[in-house]
């Protein structure tokens, strides 16, 4: 073995450990994310920020529900929000 292949293979085993690494530290947390976005108070949520009816739903419900719905997600004001999105 060269010292040029060596030296790449080393590289190579370090980007790799790197990347999983990443992907075990960071994946609860961006799930948490996207399935819940940060809202602060000048914050625009729409049914875009979410993936499903049903997260979007859980998020309305525990920011206040159809009393509050300090968002306007629920248009219709059925209690039910984001109803193009997929269940």
């Not at 609860?28 to 009816?53: D, G, H, M």
């Amino acid at each position: 073995m060269t010292r040029n292949s060596y030296f790449w293979s080393i590289i190579t085993f370090f980007i790799f450990s790197f990347l999983i690494w990443l992907n075990y530290s960071i994946g609860p947390e961006y799930i948490k994310l996207r399935k819940y976005p940060s809202v602060n108070p000048t914050a625009s949520v729409t049914c875009k920020n979410f993936l499903t009816q049903e997260d979007a739903q859980d998020f309305f419900i525990k920011n206040g529900g159809a009393k509050v719905d300090k968002f306007n997600l629920d248009k219709d004001k059925d209690g039910k929000v984001c109803e193009s999105l997929p269940k």
